[in-house]
């Protein structure tokens, strides 16, 4: 079947193929495929075919589409999306692709020619708007992280009113556990209670026990690390303090 504004044009052609090119052809690639083929089928070196001049009529028929970039966006678009023109090749026929042209208002004409006018040159403003403005995406990052920051810093005061002068932290101001008065070991690294009457060792005491009485333990002390004047005395939580087990030697004098 061919369509009556080209006939002898073959089923499944399009404008482009008329001129042997892709559908990205550039504007300068069009027009020089539209001067060879012109020149091809032109009636005046073809006296001798028939069909030279309905193929030249063809040539000029998808120039005069293809050269417009609004006819040729309109064309384009109607090939891809319209029941008349799919990604399967369809026969182009003038009257059937153009044919909703003739009920068109004089206003709508002007609005559909405008409105491939801004199609041809890249432009669309009937596409439904962004979610949110791509160029804004820092500034909502930097948002996110401010605010996550915020709740981190604020969240303390918010749950357990830390900055409450009256604030009593659980895990270090536990009053259920007495303290007790104890001196730091530092050959065994640990807190060993005192009785309240009683003063803690002097170090030199403390180190000749070890040396006596746990000489293997002693024997692994940098003594250089260790205190030479005083013991650390503190209260701390009777459960963080150990049973006493310093005695001291007895007197050699």
Known sequence: RRGP?????????TYYDILELNRR????????????????????RNAEDPEAETKFK???????????PFKRALYDQDIQF?????????????????????????EEREARKER???????????LPPAPFRVNLTPVYMLGGFGIVFYVCIRAPDWFDAQSDPTFCDPAHDDTTVPLVRAFHDPVMNRWERLPEDVDPPTPEELYAYYRRRRPDIFEDVDMRLLPKVSLTVLRVPRTQAAKATFRPLPSTQ
């Open 82 to 106: 319209s029941s008349y023109g799919t990604r399967v090749t369809q026969d182009v026929e003038r009257e059937k692709w153009t044919e909703h042209w003739e009920r068109e208002t004089p």
């Open 5 to 13: 504004a080209v006939a002898g044009k073959p089923l499944g052609r």
């Open 58 to 68: 063809e040539v000029q028929e998808a120039y005069a589409t293809l050269s417009e």
């Open 116 to 126: 491939y006018r801004r199609y041809a040159a890249g432009e669309r403003n009937d």
């Open 25 to 44: 052809a550039k504007p300068e690639e069009i027009k020089k495929a539209y001067r060879r083929l012109a020149k091809r089928y032109h009636p005046d």
